[in-house]
């Protein structure tokens, strides 16, 4: 997230709903540094806390949050139901991975976390 799309949200007053998934980290750099570099971090640990519903305010965008021990049924509902743009900020566990994703050095056919058929 840059703000560019929220400032374009806001312009245009556009009903996206934004689901922020924080980990509290750089989450794509750091899944790489523990998948590929034996868990040497470095630079992806966001120390001071980003209030990312103050940051959707400032845009005069609604901003709701999805604690970890959240049912986030009825604030999914909630924000469907506003028909205005939203920012969830969505509490995950620091170390969930996202895929899938491509190797150092693999090609495309070799992406990581992609089901076999069958397999969903």
Same mark, same amino acid.
């Given at each position: @997230?840059?703000c560019?799309?929220l400032?374009t949200? +806001? &312009?245009? #007053?556009?009903?996206i709903?934004?689901?922020?998934m924080n980990?509290? !980290?750089?989450?794509m *750099?750091?899944?790489?540094?523990?998948?590929?570099?034996d $868990? $040497?971090y470095?630079?992806?640990?966001l120390? !001071?806390?980003?209030?990312?519903?103050?940051? +959707?305010?400032?845009f005069? %965008?609604k901003? @709701? #949050?999805i &604690? &970890? /021990?959240? /049912?986030? #049924?009825?604030?999914?509902?909630?924000?469907l139901?506003?028909g205005?743009? *939203?920012v969830?900020d969505?509490?995950? =566990? %620091?170390?969930? #991975?996202?895929? =899938?994703? *491509? +190797?150092p050095?693999?090609s %495309?056919?070799? @992406?990581?976390g *992609?089901a076999?058929p069958?397999?969903?």
């Amino acid at each position: @997230m840059n703000c560019n799309e929220l400032a374009t949200i +806001a &312009r245009y #007053k556009l009903p996206i709903i934004i689901l922020l998934m924080n980990n509290q !980290t750089l989450g794509m *750099v750091r899944q790489w540094q523990t998948l590929f570099f034996d $868990h $040497h971090y470095s630079e992806t640990t966001l120390d !001071t806390p980003i209030d990312w519903l103050a940051l +959707a305010g400032a845009f005069g %965008i609604k901003g @709701m #949050k999805i &604690r &970890r /021990d959240d /049912d986030p #049924k009825p604030i999914l509902q909630a924000a469907l139901d506003l028909g205005e743009a *939203v920012v969830i900020d969505c509490e995950i =566990p %620091i170390d969930d #991975k996202v895929y =899938p994703m *491509v +190797a150092p050095g693999a090609s %495309i056919e070799e @992406m990581l976390g *992609v089901a076999e058929p069958g397999e969903y």
